[in-house]
């Protein structure tokens, strides 16, 4: 799988835009990017997930270059309640036999007013 | 459907004691992941199942861990004895795997084990 490296922790504000960058720079033809959100004393939470250019749905919206190496999650106008902890993932998840997620750090937002 | 559902929420223990957690998956999920998350170590994979097999145990620390999936629906993860260091809180997961693809993961909202 491969590993990836993202900000430990990053601050903004209400109303802002946050993006958050994740490198892989030894990404696979096969792997897919996929990031998730966990809050306080909760199980982590599906974002969203791509492969290339830019893939966009109703919570974040996802940037990948072409060269692939890296990715960035954009959470439009932040609210407090999008203070949590966000992962970045790499790995092939089409597999036989299941996917076997791999959480790094994560990047801690925290969301003032 | 209620989502992935853990027992207990909170669990405090002695050391040496025996501990079993439990988890139901989202119905008509076929993978189960178990993990563990500490400040010092993040999120961790245990194990995992598929069509209740385990497919990769190589995440489990050490014998006193141990996990069954005995049907589509149950799932639990023992650790005997208990040690301190085991304290964390444990997730467990689902997925649906349909040919060579996977659904997201849905989590469940875990069980802080506590052992003193």
């Known amino acids: 799988l491969a590993k990836t490296t993202q900000p430990i922790s990053m601050d903004s504000y209400e109303g802002q835009e946050v993006n958050i960058t994740c490198s892989h720079n030894?990404?696979?033809?096969?792997?897919?990017i996929t990031w998730y959100q966990q809050f306080p004393s909760q199980g982590p939470r599906f974002i969203i997930q791509?492969?290339?250019t830019k893939v966009t749905n109703e919570v974040a919206s996802l940037f990948i270059p072409a060269d692939r190496k890296s990715s960035t999650l954009s959470l439009p106008r932040v609210s407090l309640s999008d203070t949590a902890v966000y992962y970045c993932?790499?790995?092939?998840?089409?597999?036989?036999?299941?996917?076997?997620?791999?959480f790094g750090g994560g990047t801690r937002v925290l969301v003032k007013p | 459907d209620a989502g992935v559902i853990q027992s207990p929420r909170h669990e405090v223990t002695e050391m040496g004691q025996e501990v079993t957690l439990r988890c139901k998956p989202i119905?008509?999920?076929?993978?189960l992941f178990w993990y563990r998350q500490t400040m010092m170590r993040g999120l961790e994979l245990l194990i995992y199942f598929n069509n209740n097999v385990p497919i990769d145990d190589s995440g489990m620390p050490e014998d006193r861990f141990s996990a069954k999936m005995p049907n589509a629906s149950f799932s639990t993860l023992k650790i005997q004895p208990s040690e301190p260091r085991d304290s964390a809180v444990y997730f467990c997961?689902?997925?649906?795997?349909?040919?060579?693809?996977?659904?997201?993961?849905?989590f469940g909202q875990g069980t802080r084990l506590t052992v003193v």
């Open positions: 997961a689902s997925s649906f795997t349909f040919g060579e693809a996977d659904t997201e993961a849905f």
């Open positions: 993932l790499v790995g092939d998840v089409i597999k036989a036999a299941g996917n076997k997620l791999t």
């Open positions: 791509g492969y290339k």
């Open positions: 119905s008509g999920h076929n993978s």
């Open positions: 030894n990404i696979a033809t096969n792997d897919y």
